[in-house]
């Protein structure tokens, strides 16, 4: 599901070797701050590592000197969790027609885009796919969403719904008792409606991209 895909880094980061990590990110960026510094911890990882196989340090330095790269690890983590955007290579329907099945991996990601004056901690990019929230959303435009629950929302706020099904609506909402009107911007959009047993996640659509 798409709220899997949150930890990604984190998740890298914690249960794989440094070294994993950091090429992950040298292979995941374009040249940047970033990868620079990626490909300079990296760098400094392999050396210790044969510095340490050659007996020219001991256990005690060696600890410590892991010790800063993997702090300098963690600084690039955090750059990555604000500044990157996931973009998924799924798209939310602005239409009637149930949206596309998807399986979504973390390698499967279709781009990160650089959001340097955004936090883009915990959120995704999804793709517009139609017309029915025209004019504000246009087809092949990339949203910015967020995790959020229905009652969060309000009925001017757009949101991706996601189905147990799988399928992806991008929609303005309105519950009613146990069911969710999804509505369109675009007039020529007749409203429909879902049982709240079908909803999986709600995605609050924070801004174009």
Known sequence: MIKGLIPYWQTL???SP??????????????????????????????????????????????????????SGKEILKKINENYLPILPIKAVAGLESGPHYTVEYHDIEDWRHLPKRNSNKKVGIRVDGDSMNPIYEDGDVIMCKKAVIEEITERQAVIVVCKDNSIFLKNIKKEGSKLWLKSLNPAFEPFQLHLREILEIWAVETKV
């Open 13 to 15: 980061f914690a249960e």
């Open 18 to 71: 440094l070294s994993k990590f950091l090429k992950e990110v040298i292979n995941s960026f374009d040249e940047d701050e970033i990868t620079s510094d990626a490909v300079m911890q990296l760098h400094r990882f392999t050396q210790l590592a044969e510095l340490r196989k050659e007996g020219v340090i001991d256990s005690g330095d060696y600890i410590q000197r892991l010790s800063e790269i993997s702090n």
